[in-house]
Nanobody, 122 residues
Framework: QVQLVESGGGLVQAGGSLRLSCAASGRTFSNYFMGWFRQAPGKEREFVVG????????LYADSVKGRFTISRDNAKDAVYLQMNSLKPEDTAVYYC???????????????WGQGTQVTVSS
């Protein structure tokens, strides 16, 4: 079992920045590919960004490329999402997830956090 707890969400104006954190506990964090997903009201959960075990390779959704940056610290069992140039359409609940392989599909992730709300006002 891996427990994931997100933090750092909040309300921000368009153009602003937020940094989300995801703290992991339980099994060896460095064994997992980590991803961030988001879900807006009335929409399906969508992939945002993922990072490989070593942190050397990342996957980004086209909608966030150049604005969001994922990083991880295996010594601290944590993954981070730096979000810059935020837009109202980035408003969603953001979820941290852990899986065994690099994937954009939510079904490929085994463990999920409870989510943190990000609201971007126009």
């Amino acid at each position: 079992q891996v427990q994931l707890v997100e933090s750092g969400g909040g309300l921000v104006q368009a153009g602003g920045s937020l940094r989300l954190s995801c703290a992991a506990s339980g099994r060896t964090f460095s064994n997992y590919f980590m991803g961030w997903f988001r879900q807006a009201p009335g929409k399906e959960r969508e992939f945002v960004v993922g990072i490989r075990r070593s942190g050397g390779s990342t996957l980004y959704a086209d909608s966030v490329k150049g604005r969001f940056t994922i990083s991880r610290d295996n010594a601290k069992d944590a993954v981070y999402l730096q979000m810059n140039s935020l837009k109202p359409e980035d408003t969603a609940v953001y979820y941290c997830a852990a899986g065994w392989a690099s994937s954009r599909k939510s079904a490929d992730y085994e463990y999920w956090g409870q989510g943190t709300q990000v609201t971007v006002s126009s």
